[in-house]
């Protein structure tokens, strides 16, 4: 069973405009939460994150929302750009104070197409 | 230039064999992890390691081994018990938060 949901496989977006990325958890323990962009032949690169102690990050043209009652967040990206084009993974982590590893959990990503 | 480097790109298995994948890094961070990837799926834990000498199971940690003796190297032996291994590789490395930093993957295919 799948604790970080992405439904959106896909997504074509105008140069210019908004993208909007969205992600969905199960796990109510979850307390914070990155996005990662990925290119083809490349490995994941981290992009922003947030705790769950606040609802919102900005980071340049990149906007994280956390909606914690609905266990959804949102990626903004204003405007988008054609090099913003690849595979953006969701993820989330369970903070666990004692250790200094916190287990992350990723999501199947989505891909973005920014068109020219 | 730091980074995680991990070989080879490409990797063909037959039937019955191991094959190791090797991941190397210069960050100098302490915790280095395995991941497999399938179409559709995130990222799944094999294996991870917090310190040099010591490893614990990930998810799927069944018919995959690792060994780490020095602080910038974890590879990943894919033995002939794991009977599905085509898949993509990534491995990552972190100074123990939960930012983690990848490699470029290993695309693992069985003749």
């Known amino acids: 069973d799948q604790q970080v949901k992405q439904n959106s496989p896909s997504l074509s977006v105008q140069e210019g405009r908004i993208s909007i990325l969205n992600c969905d958890y199960t796990?109510?323990?979850?307390?914070?939460f990155l996005w990662y962009k990925k290119y083809p032949a490349e490995g994941p690169t981290f992009l922003i994150s947030?705790?769950?102690?606040?609802d919102k990050n900005e980071d340049g043209r990149f906007t994280v929302f956390l909606n914690k009652s609905a266990k959804h967040l949102s990626l903004h990206i204003v405007p988008s750009q054609p090099g913003d084009s690849a595979v953006y993974f969701c993820?989330?982590?369970?903070?666990?104070?004692?250790?200094?590893?916190?287990?992350?959990?990723f999501g199947p990503g989505t891909s973005l197409s920014v068109i020219p | 230039d730091g980074g995680i480097t991990q070989s080879p790109k490409y990797l063909f298995r037959k039937e019955g064999q191991n094959v190791t994948l090797s991941c190397e890094q210069n960050?100098?961070?302490?915790?280095m992890y395995w991941y497999r990837q399938d179409p559709g799926q995130g990222l799944r834990l094999i294996y991870y390691?917090?310190?040099?000498?010591?490893?614990q199971k990930g998810d799927i940690a069944e018919g995959y081994s690792v060994s780490r003796e020095k602080k910038e190297s974890f590879p990943l032996t894919v033995t002939s018990a794991q009977k599905n291994p085509t898949a993509f590789y990534l491995c990552?490395?972190?100074?123990?938060?939960?930012?983690?930093?990848f490699g470029a993957g290993t695309r693992l295919s069985v003749l």
């Open positions: 990552a490395s972190s100074w123990g938060g939960n930012i983690q930093y």
């Open positions: 796990n109510s323990m979850f307390d914070y």
């Open positions: 947030i705790s769950s102690i606040k």
């Open positions: 993820a989330a982590s369970e903070s666990q104070m004692k250790t200094s590893y916190d287990k992350v959990i």
């Open positions: 960050l100098n961070h302490d915790a």
């Open positions: 390691s917090q310190i040099v000498n010591d490893f």
